[in-house]
């Protein structure tokens, strides 16, 4: 029997496309000072949250981002059937102790910054499968877990180079309904790991680009849709850099998606403070979209979105071995129909 | 090589040669400018301790052990203060070279690892990044003074 619900080679369209019914972003200080700081639903004041730790910080925020949205629709964390989350530590920490305390059936993802997207795409899949009626997707990131576990300690007086990003301090919790009112989710497009041999690790950007331009080409490809069908196709954590790199890729693959192209990274925070490049991180895709972009779409002022959330899959370890970077990106495209 | 591994090959040169194009160059003139200004101020306050303590009578050897002790101890309590990472920022080799950013490198693990506890996060990462220097510079020091025993005496 083939594949009635899969479209080409990479690509997934719902039969019963799930509703996006209520979301949530939280988000550090200075990403609540960036310029979309009104747009999120609670900015924090500092990086500990009255924790002991930045992990336990981190994951209080996760756990907070997924009670609230669903309290925005009266419900409660146990109101839901499923619980998707991945975040960037090791073994996914800030999401597993998350879900400790949300104490619903949970699967932990790691898709890098593209947790967002995979978040979605898997419930998605979950609902139009017709397994659950509602599911959560969420992430997080915390600059000081990350820097901490990919970088060099938080005091150390390290120079940043211009094409080396800022890790965001946010999550972003989304709840997936099989019936509800509001935008849905009409079809994902899941992403091949891409590796162009990049190894500089102060320019994400640069790795992950190759791989969100071909996951954005192949959704085309399989869809049939035309660029301009989206009112916005944004990318996860690119940066300046990778963002100038994936237009010089759209034009390769004679794609033109611009002016409707943007990148989450680019938009978090404006250019005077200080993040070089821009933001990265899971939860600069999740804030992004839990807040300001679901909040434009929700309005009508973007009716057709396409999330591409990009990921960069090396370790510490790898890095140190030699290991080049490996990219991924999966698209989830958000539409009022 | 196979067809389509010479393909990938070549496809990797060539977006490696795409992001040299785009990626922004460091400033490297204003960096060297300030890693040369801070730097020389770093060893400026360390020639200022000297010869406040060679004013107190105290010999050229103490002394110069005593004014890298108290340089060590102004490095650590700026990186303790939350000041020298900015510092590192603006100054870059500036203040990583001279003794001062040793003591941050130690400082700045050691505050870092202190909530895995003191066993198996301050004791087993203080010296996570000034590691390879200490190791490095021993294996030196064994080197130079072998040297000297079989060449010089």
Request: some cysteine.
């Amino acid at each position: 029997m083939p594949a009635l619900k899969k479209r080409g080679q990479q690509s997934l369209m719902f039969k019963n496309p799930p509703f996006i019914t209520s979301w949530a972003s939280l988000v550090g200080p200075k990403e609540g000072e960036g310029p979309w700081g009104p747009h999120f639903d609670k900015v924090f004041e500092d990086y500990l949250l009255n924790e002991e730790s930045w992990e336990k910080a981190e994951t209080k925020m996760l756990r907070e981002a997924v009670i609230m949205s669903l309290s925005k629709q009266g419900l409660k964390p146990g109101d839901a059937e499923l619980f998707l989350a991945g975040d960037l530590l090791n073994q996914i920490i800030s999401s597993s102790y998350a879900a400790r305390e949300i104490n619903i059936p949970f699967l932990g993802l790691y898709g890098a910054c593209s947790t967002m997207a995979e978040s979605l795409l898997v419930g998605a899949v979950m609902i139009d499968g017709g397994f659950y009626q509602r599911v959560v997707a969420a992430t997080s990131s915390h600059h000081y877990t990350a820097e901490r576990q990919f970088r060099s300690p938080i005091e150390q007086g390290v120079q940043k180079v211009p094409s080396s990003q800022w890790t965001a301090t946010a999550a972003g919790s989304v709840v997936l309904q099989s019936t509800g009112a509001g935008a849905r989710i009409t079809c994902a497009t899941v992403g091949k790991v891409v590796d162009m041999g990049q190894t500089d690790a102060a320019n994400m950007g640069g790795a992950m680009a190759p791989a969100a331009a071909d996951t954005i080409k192949m959704h085309f490809k399989d869809t049939g849709r035309k660029t301009d069908y989206y009112d916005l196709i944004v990318t996860g954590d690119l940066g300046a850099v990778g963002m100038a790199l994936a237009h010089e890729l759209f034009i390769k693959d004679g794609l033109v998606p611009s002016p409707n192209y943007s990148d989450c990274g680019v938009l978090l925070y404006d250019g005077l403070q200080g993040v070089d490049s821009g933001g990265s991180g899971c939860g600069c895709a999740g804030c992004m979209l839990a807040g300001p972009l679901l909040h434009k779409v929700k309005n009508g002022e973007i009716n057709r979105l396409l999330l591409v959330a990009t990921g960069a899959l090396m370790s510490p370890t790898s890095t140190f071995q030699g290991e080049s970077i490996p990219g991924i990106a999966h698209a989830v495209a958000i539409e009022n129909l | 090589m196979s067809m389509d591994e010479k393909l990938k090959t070549t496809q990797q040169e060539e977006y490696h040669h795409l992001v040299n194009r785009i990626k922004p160059k460091p400033p490297v003139l204003q960096n060297c400018i300030w890693a040369f200004v801070v730097g020389g101020l770093i060893c400026v306050v360390g020639q200022l301790i000297l010869n406040y303590l060679l004013g107190m009578g105290i010999n050229k050897q103490d002394a110069g052990s005593l004014d890298a002790i108290i340089m060590v101890f102004l490095g650590a309590l700026f990186t303790g203060l939350g000041i020298y990472d900015d510092l590192g920022q603006k100054a870059g080799a500036g203040s990583i070279v001279p003794i001062t950013g040793f003591a941050n490198v130690i400082v700045a693990s050691a505050m870092e690892f202190k909530k895995e506890g003191y066993i198996f996060g301050v004791g087993a990462k203080i010296f996570s990044i000034a590691g390879p220097t200490l190791v490095f510079g021993f294996v030196a020091s064994v080197a130079i003074g072998l040297i000297k025993l079989w060449l010089i005496q």
